[in-house]
């Protein structure tokens, strides 16, 4: 951990099997205040997020943003960082929005487990995690996205819907059709990299339709009807992996809407800065604007 922010908490880690698919466990890391120092931090119940690792989709685990999850949590916000199904072993799209949608639920039928607030449940995401994770913010109640049904809810308890009080995008990918046009044209243009993006687009999306149909930006630019939570969208003005174009166009597009998104444009970070540039000023800046953001909008 090297970003400097303002530790409120001491925190405990723990890892704990939230979902099964056949005789395959998946984990999730919880990140979560137990004691605050004195004068600078209340008690729980604290707001709960659930965070969705990037990878193309197809690469990456729980761990991913273990050093963004543990600065939120001392910062007084329980994370959850999971583990999810992923192409080639696991099925495409929408399979891992079905994973973290379910992960959405548990963390709220948890919540008492671990010190949280059932009310005042987040999504957040890196790069394709962030895609997922306002897919699951802007369709609670598609049926594709809660095809996983949450078993253990007792008897009398409330039944935990997917909804949340706001969602985090960071450097997500926004528009994954205009981004696969983009690497497409990279590739024949030489890039080796743009190659293996496509080989990632082709797993998790099978076809353009897929890509068209799963796409935030346009879901907003058709006039679909959307859950609008306030958005936080962080990025790096260096940032070529996910093109400021397709930022622009979402943002217009979730205020046209209705929705209340506030953009922290990170000067001149490039992609995964938080993860690879731990100790600039501007890496610290845009996690306590996470950490404070979270409080506000589940106040």
Not at 289 to 296: G, L, Q
């Given at each position: 951990?090297?970003?400097?922010?303002?530790?409120?908490?001491?925190?405990?880690?723990?890892?704990?099997?939230?979902?099964?698919?056949?005789?395959?466990?998946?984990?999730?890391?919880?990140?979560?205040?137990?004691?605050?120092?004195?004068?600078?931090?209340?008690?729980?119940?604290?707001?709960?997020?659930?965070?969705?690792?990037?990878?193309?989709?197809?690469?990456?685990?729980?761990?991913?943003?273990?050093?963004?999850?543990?600065?939120?949590?001392?910062?007084?916000?329980?994370?959850?960082?999971?583990?999810?199904?992923?192409?080639?072993t696991?099925?495409?799209y929408?399979?891992?929005?079905?994973?973290i949608?379910y992960?959405?639920?548990?963390?709220?039928?948890?919540?008492?487990?671990?010190?949280?607030?059932?009310?005042?449940?987040?999504?957040?995401?890196?790069?394709?995690g962030?895609?997922?994770?306002?897919?699951?913010?802007m369709?609670?109640?598609?049926?594709?996205?809660?095809?996983v049904?949450?078993?253990?809810?007792?008897?009398?308890?409330?039944?935990?819907?997917?909804?949340?009080?706001?969602?985090?995008?960071?450097?997500?990918?926004?528009?994954p059709?205009?981004?696969?046009?983009?690497?497409?044209?990279?590739?024949?243009?030489?890039?080796?990299?743009?190659?293996?993006?496509?080989?990632?687009h082709?797993?998790?999306?099978?076809?353009?339709?897929?890509?068209?149909?799963?796409?935030?930006?346009?879901?907003?630019?058709?006039?679909?009807?959307?859950?609008?939570p306030?958005?936080?969208?962080?990025?790096?003005?260096?940032?070529?992996?996910?093109?400021?174009?397709?930022?622009?166009?979402?943002?217009?597009a979730?205020?046209?809407?209705?929705?209340?998104?506030?953009?922290?444009?990170?000067?001149?970070?490039?992609?995964?800065?938080?993860?690879?540039?731990?100790?600039?000023?501007?890496?610290?800046?845009?996690?306590e604007?996470?950490?404070?953001?979270?409080?506000?909008?589940?106040?």
């Amino acid at each position: 951990m090297s970003a400097v922010v303002d530790s409120k908490y001491a925190i405990e880690i723990t890892e704990i099997e939230y979902l099964r698919h056949g005789n395959r466990s998946f984990i999730a890391r919880i990140y979560r205040p137990i004691s605050g120092q004195a004068g600078k931090a209340g008690k729980g119940p604290f707001p709960m997020m659930v965070e969705a690792h990037g990878g193309a989709w197809v690469r990456q685990d729980r761990m991913r943003n273990a050093m963004l999850d543990e600065l939120m949590a001392r910062g007084g916000v329980i994370v959850m960082g999971i583990d999810f199904r992923m192409p080639p072993t696991d099925p495409a799209y929408p399979a891992s929005v079905a994973d973290i949608h379910y992960a959405v639920r548990w963390l709220k039928s948890h919540a008492a487990q671990f010190g949280g607030d059932p009310d005042r449940v987040g999504v957040m995401g890196t790069s394709s995690g962030g895609h997922q994770a306002a897919l699951v913010a802007m369709r609670p109640g598609d049926a594709r996205y809660g095809a996983v049904p949450l078993n253990e809810t007792a008897a009398g308890a409330p039944v935990m819907d997917a909804s949340v009080r706001c969602a985090v995008l960071c450097w997500p990918v926004i528009d994954p059709l205009g981004r696969y046009h983009k690497v497409k044209q990279e590739a024949a243009e030489g890039s080796q990299e743009a190659l293996e993006t496509i080989k990632a687009h082709d797993l998790y999306w099978k076809t353009e339709a897929a890509m068209d149909e799963g796409n935030p930006t346009r879901s907003l630019e058709r006039g679909e009807k959307s859950s609008m939570p306030p958005v936080l969208y962080v990025q790096g003005t260096a940032d070529k992996a996910h093109p400021r174009p397709h930022l622009e166009r979402f943002v217009a597009a979730y205020r046209k809407a209705g929705g209340r998104l506030e953009l922290h444009l990170v000067d001149g970070m490039e992609q995964n800065f938080m993860n690879e540039n731990p100790d600039a000023r501007g890496t610290a800046d845009a996690i306590e604007r996470i950490i404070s953001f979270v409080h506000e909008e589940t106040a």
